[in-house]
């Protein structure tokens, strides 16, 4: 007699478990290394397998499963590469805006430049595999057949407020900085549609609302789990928010987590932008591009290192 479906995704879910109670115990209550200071790697790594599983049992594909195969090997480090490259982006926007700054960091470069990416990596994968489980269980919308997809939807607007929202917190952090989640949404949208991407605005017009519900609710878990996870490691980043760094929950203002469901938009449009822009390129521009964003990268961590780690582990 063979096993059902459940029991076996359980199977295949437990050992995941183990290793995440395990890392909290070691790391977050003993305080014992490398579990202590690497305390995110370890609850992350686990999660990430658990909502793989989920995914296949729910809708019959895993982003993880024949990663030994080259195509899948391939789409899984562009899958890794484009979540660092996308947060890293918000790292370089946080040397203008200073909004969070990182504590017991490891003073050895080649521990700490792969730890930055490998953590950086779980960023895109944590919200978009959540996302499309959620989506699985919410019920589907009749969106209009002639308003999905049929013309390019708010792009003269879209890319003006994107841009409006971009220069007031750049010019003015203190005030504006909460439009940083949300102004790449709007500059991107326009693009995402004329290549041919999954457009939420598009979503919008055509009252079709699975994705947009299923992403802003994964942001928020995604959110509520990151600072969960963050709170007791050695490695960590706290914040410095004006007018709103009361009230904590973790190490986040309870107003600050308004800002994770609305980053998982702004992450989706980034994902289907770079996707459509990454299909249209020959392998000799390809090449190029991941040669560029290998400099940016080491700028970027560099950049960190000066500006937004305030404590070494000693």
């Known amino acids: 007699m063979g096993l059902n479906k459940s029991t ?113 990596a779980t960023v895109l994968p944590g919200i978009l595999f959540l996302s499309e489980i959620i989506e699985t269980y919410l019920p589907k919308s009749n969106p209009t057949p002639e308003l999905l997809y049929s013309e390019m939807v708010g792009e003269r607007w879209s890319l003006v407020a994107g841009m409006g929202m971009f220069l007031l917190f750049i010019a003015w952090p203190k005030v504006f900085f909460p439009l940083v989640w949300g102004s790449l949404f709007f500059i991107l949208e326009p693009a995402v549609q004329f290549f041919g991407g999954h457009s939420l605005l598009q979503d919008w017009r055509a009252g079709r609302w699975e994705k947009t519900v299923s992403l802003l609710l994964a942001g928020l878990i995604c959110g509520i789990f990151w600072e969960a996870c963050n709170f007791g490691a050695g490695a960590k980043w706290q914040y410095n928010i004006p007018l709103a760094g009361f009230l904590k929950v973790f190490e986040m203002p309870l107003l600050g987590f308004i800002g994770f469901p609305v980053f998982a938009l702004e992450l989706f449009v980034m994902y289907q932008f770079s996707l459509k822009i990454w299909e249209r390129m020959n392998p000799k521009f390809k090449m190029g591009t991941a040669l560029g964003v290998l400099v940016f990268w080491a700028a970027a961590f560099w950049g960190i290192d000066q500006i937004t780690v305030f404590i070494w582990r000693r």
């Open 8 to 120: 076996w995704v359980f199977i295949q879910i437990a050992p995941a478990l183990v290793i995440f109670l395990l890392a909290q115990y070691l790391g977050s209550l003993k305080k014992i290394e490398l579990f202590y200071t690497y305390l995110y790697l370890f609850s992350w790594a686990p999660y990430l397998w658990v909502l793989d599983r989920f995914l296949l049992f729910r809708k019959g594909q895993s982003y993880f499963w024949g990663g030994l195969k080259k195509a899948k090997l391939k789409q899984i480090l562009w899958f890794f590469a484009a979540s660092t490259s996308f947060w890293l982006v918000f790292e370089v926007i946080n040397f203008r805006l200073k909004n969070w700054f990182y504590i017991g960091l490891p003073n050895n470069i080649w521990i700490r430049w792969p730890g930055y990416a490998l953590s950086y």
